[in-house]
């Protein structure tokens, strides 16, 4: 049971950061889509964030899906971690 927490809890950290990778390139110049980084990046993002942009518009230009997609996973992680460490009893 211990295994499958620690999965769950690497697998939400990967993609947190990955996410807020995302979000840090788009801020470099000259880091386009043209980047193979950059590309892959959007290749493991993008089906996580996509569902979330078409549900969320941009705010005043924001795009808030990374803020969102981190939350949720936080929250699944959470749900998780809890279910596990009730069947353990």
Known sequence: MVEL????DLLY????MLI????IVSWIPGMGMGHPA???LHQITSPILDPIRRLLPPVGGLD??????????????TLLVELAMTMRL
């Open 20 to 23: 807020l990778a995302r979000v």
């Open 38 to 40: 950059v590309q892959v």
């Open 5 to 8: 927490i620690y999965l769950v």
């Open 64 to 77: 808030l899906s990374p803020i969102v997609a981190i939350l949720l996973l936080s929250l699944v992680r």
């Open 13 to 16: 950290r990967v993609a947190a």
